[in-house]
């Protein structure tokens, strides 16, 4: 018998050939192996006759061999056979194949899978000795990834063995807990998986794991909320009046003095503070988090936020400085030098350039923005840094998933937008309406020269894959506009791949209003503060998610002035047209996130590989039923469970992520 923790070398059939090509994968366990699910399932469980058999149908014969010959045409060698039931004869033929003879005995019964002809015969057909439990024919039949890079058939064999061999509960204890959730026990779910005995079993199966999958992601959150509640490292900041210093010159919303309370109770105590800030795009997250720095600051200690991208992190700069001029705030590179930097207690702004730096400047109070952004273990790079920690995003987060995924974090929510925003009219217009929209365009211009239209594609240069050719590129775009339109200031190009000389040489044309028309990339999406913007294109808008979009939209009227947003979409999908109306329908983020949710997933909102979740390989933070049902067990399950869980071994949450 073989457990979910057997190692592949144990396995009967993986000798050190076999179990170096599984290793090049990572695949080293049983536990690992079963997890490469299969990608698709070859319906072959269709028997019929022979000469009920019809051309271009695919089905399983039982048949006896009449006979067989080997012979070679043009250097290929060509196994012919020739099958016989009651009903008829059928031709077989395998082109190089590397069967021998002796693989088909003469008289002897087989199941044959494949599709006829239109000659009537069948070619390259799969076929075993007739069984009541067959790996290759007369079933559903599971298809591999190719990366593995072993042949499909031994993949099946092994994989077989080791179902037929598992023991994966001797207590009957999976029974008991999942049993009241009419879910299959493991064993079954994982027979199911790789030899199916029908569809719907496939589906309770994905669903047994799924929300085994999702117990585990809960059980962490919870874990780490506890631990996190009984450490008492943190320094004590003592707040200092005003709170609200003079030097901003607005009227904090409710919801903005509100969170500042709470960020400033939290860093009053020695539990360290561990709280996720989220509000709509424009809605005043930055001068919040500014305010909790500034009194870090005032405290003699040092704060770090750090920003996805060098662009952000040089806008944040700007902003904070202008907010906060009685506290020194400095841009931190990577070309720079750690010398002269901690001479007094100040604000570091940065991107992972910061992430090197933590222990000698010791924050605090570490701020992110849009953490999401950022890779699992850049952000355990801080794990032993003893600071208060503060998370924004723009990306609102539905309920659903603050529940199971973020329940190790405290929750502060910026639910107004400032007074004077306006909401973005938004259309979406045909390719035919791109002229007059650009003739309306140039009328706003000389109306107002300073007026500054932001035209985002998805894309720097054309893609040479013909499937994605159609897609925007901001490059060609840049050149068009700057042929179409004689503008007295210039249209100006800002992407990801320009060197940092290049970007600064635009933002300070922007800042100094010396741009009319910027052509990027989704480059601005996150943060990009540009007041005077009020015309938003976006070209191949099928490319991105709601939240995206929503996220794009919230860079104009910025200042109180009007602002427009026009969609061009290139994609003939309906799913992407629909997609596209619900998000002209709406301006609420949260509505938005939900609809992302529910149409294409979590990917959509946090950027799967990015934000560490890849590692998902059942759950979907769309099936809020399911996730419903994981919180349901998790409530019963004994702390005594945590181990024995399928997952357990996969990687964990932790409370820095």
Not at 340 to 355: D, E
Not at 533 to 551: M, N
Request: hydrophobic share 40%; proline share 5%; aromatic share 8%.
């Amino acid at each position: 018998m073989y457990s979910l923790d057997t190692p592949l070398r144990a396995v009967k059939g993986i000798g050190p050939k076999l179990q170096a090509q599984f290793a090049k994968s990572e695949v080293l366990f049983v536990r690992d192996l079963l997890l490469q699910l299969p990608t698709r399932y070859n319906d072959l469980s269709k028997q019929t006759t022979i000469a009920a058999a019809v051309a271009g149908q695919s089905y399983t014969i039982r048949a006896k061999v009449l006979q067989t010959s080997k012979y070679y045409r043009g250097g290929k060698s060509i196994l012919r056979a020739t099958i016989v039931d009651k009903t008829g004869k059928l031709d077989l033929l395998w082109f190089n194949a590397k069967h021998s003879l002796q693989s088909l005995i003469k008289d002897q019964e087989y199941f044959f899978s494949g599709t006829i002809s239109d000659r009537g015969g069948m070619v390259h057909p799969a076929f075993e000795k007739v069984s009541e439990d067959t790996i290759h024919t007369n079933r559903l039949v599971p298809m591999y990834t190719s990366t593995l890079g072993i042949q499909q058939g031994r993949v099946r064999r092994i994989c077989k063995h080791i179902i037929d061999h598992l023991d994966t509960d001797k207590s009957g204890d999976d029974d008991m807990i999942f049993a009241t959730e009419t879910l299959p026990p493991l064993n079954r779910a994982l027979k199911e998986l790789h030899f199916p005995s029908e569809t719907n079993a496939v589906v309770a199966a994905r669903e047994r794991l799924t929300v085994e999958e999702l117990l585990v992601l809960i059980r962490q959150a919870k874990e780490n909320k506890k631990s996190w509640a009984k450490r008492h490292d943190a320094s004590v900041i003592i707040v200092t009046k005003p709170i609200i210093p003079k030097s901003i010159p607005f009227e904090l919303t409710k919801s903005q003095q509100k969170a500042s309370k709470e960020i400033l109770h939290d860093l009053g105590r020695t539990q360290p503070m561990n709280r996720l800030l989220t509000g709509d795009v424009g809605s005043g997250k930055t001068v919040v988090a500014g305010i909790a720095a500034r009194q870090v600051v005032l405290q003699k200690r040092n704060t770090c936020l750090i920003a996805p991208t060098r662009v952000l992190a040089e806008q944040h700069t700007k902003t904070l400085q202008a907010l906060f001029p009685d506290i020194p705030i400095t841009l931190i590179t990577g070309a720079q030098k750690n010398s002269n930097l901690l001479q007094k207690p100040q604000v570091f702004v940065g991107t992972h350039a910061l992430f090197s730096r933590l222990e000698a400047i010791n924050p605090a109070l570490l701020i992110y923005d849009e953490q999401h952004r950022f890779g699992v273990k850049q952000r355990l790079g801080e794990a032993g840094i003893i600071a208060h920690r503060l998370t924004m995003t723009a990306t609102p987060i539905p309920r659903s998933l603050s529940l199971a995924l973020f329940a190790y974090l405290d929750h502060s929510q910026i639910i107004e937008l400032p007074s004077n925003r306006i909401p973005t009219k938004t259309w979406i217009l045909p390719e035919a309406k791109r002229a007059k929209l650009y003739d309306w365009i140039e009328h706003q211009i000389a109306e107002n020269p300073h007026y500054l239209v932001l035209l985002v594609c998805p894309f720097i240069e054309q893609s040479k894959d013909p499937g994605l050719a159609k897609i925007a590129a901001a490059k060609a775009r840049f050149i068009e506009l700057r042929q179409r339109f004689k503008l007295k200031y210039p249209v100006a190009l800002l992407h990801g791949k320009q060197s940092p000389k290049e970007q600064n040489e635009v933002l300070e044309a922007l800042r100094r209003q010396k741009v009319t028309m910027l052509v990027c990339t989704p480059i601005i999406e996150v943060g990009i503060d540009l007041p005077q913007a009020s015309t938003l294109v976006i070209e191949s808008a099928g490319q991105y998610g709601l939240a995206s979009l929503h996220q794009l939209r919230g860079r104009v009227g910025r200042a109180g002035q009007q602002g427009y947003c026009y969609v061009f979409n290139d994609s003939n999908s309906p799913i992407t047209s629909k997609r596209l109306k619900q998000f002209v329908a709406t301006t609420d983020g949260h509505k938005l996130a939900e609809l992302d949710l529910d149409n294409r997933g979590a990917g959509n909102l946090f950027g799967t590989t990015q934000h560490g979740f890849s590692f998902l390989r059942f759950a979907s933070w769309t099936n809020l039923e399911l996730l419903g049902q994981a919180r349901a067990i998790e409530e019963r399950l004994p702390d005594s469970w945590r181990s024995k869980l399928f997952f357990a071994t996969l990687p964990k949450l932790t409370a820095t992520n």
